[in-house]
T-cell receptor, first 119, second 118 residues
Framework: AQKITQTQPGMFVQEKEAVTLDCTYDTSDQSYGLFWYKQPSSGEMIFLIY??????QNATEGRYSLNFQKARKSANLVISASQLGDSAMYFCAMREGKAGGTSYGKLTFGQGTILTVHP | GAVVSQHPSRVICKSGTSVKIECRSLDFQATTMFWYRQFPKQSLMLMAT?????????EQGVEKDKFLINHASLTLSTLTVTSAHPEDSSFYIC??????????????FGSGTQLSVL
């Protein structure tokens, strides 16, 4: 069963507008972490934002914020004031298990969303 | 933030040869590193977990004799694609948790290696 689902293969947004990239997840663990990464055409994975399952506040990092709805098991990424340089593939990922476990750092990735920012 | 260095960034080789990819944590010790594989326009799939001083743990369906992993020091893990074939052509990328596995710290990725087997 798909653990991380990104239902938007591609998204378009006008420069300076905000955009939301969807991510839903499935886990039976109480403790988990949710990540968003940006992958430009160069291939590198750029960390954007992290939300822990026990964090009560939505995570924010500059223009990035994570809309965490635990009951709905969704962790949407909101990018405010889009810039041309935001055009890239975006991945949502989940880390399961408790800190200290041997596989704690393993990430399960969604299918990705290609974001295109128009001038 | 922490830096993970991966080399080479791109390699082209003939079918049947072996290719070694290095993943190095530059300013922190990484007792564990993770190797992922990514086909064009697709998601990252975990191949194996590299453990310093012990054998790697491979995901189901990944041939351990084909993809040799060595984690000889606290800052270096290598992935060797043995007897490479065109179907092994892919983007390989490593990651390491900065604070080890006992924290919620960020996971940092190398810049990836594009392998093309002719």
């Amino acid at each position: 069963a798909q653990k991380i689902t990104q239902t938007q293969p591609g998204m378009f947004v006008q420069e300076k507008e905000a955009v939301t990239l969807d991510c839903t997840y499935d886990t039976s663990d109480q403790s988990y972490g949710l990540f968003w990464y940006k992958q430009p055409s160069s291939g590198e994975m750029i960390f954007l934002i992290y939300q822990g399952s026990y964090d009560e506040q939505n995570a924010t990092e500059g223009r990035y914020s994570l809309n965490f709805q635990k009951a709905r098991k969704s962790a949407n990424l909101v990018i405010s004031a889009s810039q041309l340089g935001d055009s890239a593939m975006y991945f949502c990922a989940m880390r399961e298990g408790k800190a200290g476990g041997t596989s704690y750092g393993k990430l399960t990735f969604g299918q990705g969303t290609i974001l295109t920012v128009h001038p | 933030g922490a830096v993970v260095s991966q080399h080479p960034s791109r390699v082209i080789c003939k079918s049947g040869t072996s290719v070694k990819i290095e993943c190095r944590s530059l300013d922190f010790q990484a007792t564990t590193m993770f190797w992922y594989r990514q086909f064009p326009k697709q998601s990252l799939m975990l191949m194996a977990t590299s453990n310093e001083g012990s054998k790697a743990t491979y995901e189901q369906g990944v041939e351990k004799d084909k993809f040799l992993i060595n984690h000889a020091s606290l800052t270096l893990s290598t992935l060797t694609v043995t007897s490479a074939h065109p179907e092994d052509s892919s983007f390989y990328i490593c990651s390491a948790p900065e604070g080890g596995l006992a924290t919620n710290e960020k996971l940092f990725f190398g810049s990836g290696t594009q392998l093309s087997v002719l």
